[in-house]
């Protein structure tokens, strides 16, 4: 167990359906990642939060959209869902930001399958 | 952006031969290279990592080299065992505004012969 934890492990949907992915970080990090990790796409960095802040986004599709919660649990939304957004979401999380940051640790992911 | 290759996409070894992947990244200001294993479904672990003001890393089986002025960095697994089998991730991270970003290589996928 890495201390990140992330809900549900799965999810099946329909194209045009709008979903809800929870991430609660590992105790004391502040900072919450989410990533998209498809077959021929990788591991691709969506959007960063640090203490309730959006600290940087990376390829993150206007139909998605995040938050972070005052208690540090981060929800990632994704709207009008499309067959090619099925895949493996995960959450890290690491305890700074910026140039005081090492060390990323992942959650065991939520697969989402859209049908 | 930050972009990372990484070759080969797969290694094939016998076991207790040596594993050797190797990563380039383009921006000179990513300041920190982990590399993860990551088995089939699970997730990405942290295997080692590697801070730019550091040329080598070493913890027993596995050790991580930074060439900063070539902008690239390698991940060597000595005594290979069946158990190393499995997808690994080179990745940097750069500071960007008031966040970080990390970048994933594409990932080799490593398997150790008997």
């Known amino acids: 167990d890495s201390g990140v934890t992330q809900t549900p492990k799965h999810l099946i949907t329909a194209t045009g359906q709008r979903v809800t992915l929870r991430c609660s970080p590992r105790?004391?990090?502040?900072?919450v990642y989410w990533y998209q990790q498809s077959l021929d796409q990788g591991l691709q960095f969506l959007i960063q939060?640090?203490?309730?802040?959006?600290?940087a986004k990376g390829n993150i599709l206007e139909r998605f959209s995040a938050q972070q919660f005052p208690d540090l649990h981060s929800e990632l939304n994704l709207s009008s869902l499309e067959l090619g957004d099925s895949a493996l979401y995960f959450c890290?999380?690491?305890?700074?930001?910026?140039?005081?940051?090492?060390?990323?640790?992942f959650g065991s992911g939520t697969r989402l399958t859209v049908v | 952006g930050e972009n990372v290759e990484q070759h080969p996409s797969t290694l094939s070894v016998q076991e207790g031969d040596s594993a050797v992947i190797k990563c380039t990244y383009s921006?000179?200001?990513?300041?920190?290279f982990p590399w993860y294993k990551q088995e089939l479904g699970k997730r990405p672990q942290l295997i080692i990592d590697?801070?730019?003001?550091?040329g080598e890393k070493k913890d027993q089986r596995i050790a991580v080299t930074l060439n900063k002025t070539a902008k690239h960095f390698s991940l060597h697994i000595t005594e290979t065992q069946p158990e190393d089998s499995a997808v690994y991730f080179c990745?940097?991270?750069?500071?960007?505004?008031?966040?970080?970003?990390?970048?994933f290589g594409t990932g080799t996928q490593l398997k150790v012969e008997l």
């Open positions: 890290a999380s690491s305890v700074g930001v910026g140039t005081a940051n090492y060390g990323y640790t």
């Open positions: 105790s004391g990090d502040l900072s």
């Open positions: 939060y640090y203490n309730g802040e959006e600290r």
């Open positions: 921006d000179s200001a990513s300041n920190y």
């Open positions: 590697i801070r730019s003001n550091v």
């Open positions: 990745a940097a991270n750069k500071v960007t505004g008031g966040g970080n970003k990390l970048t």
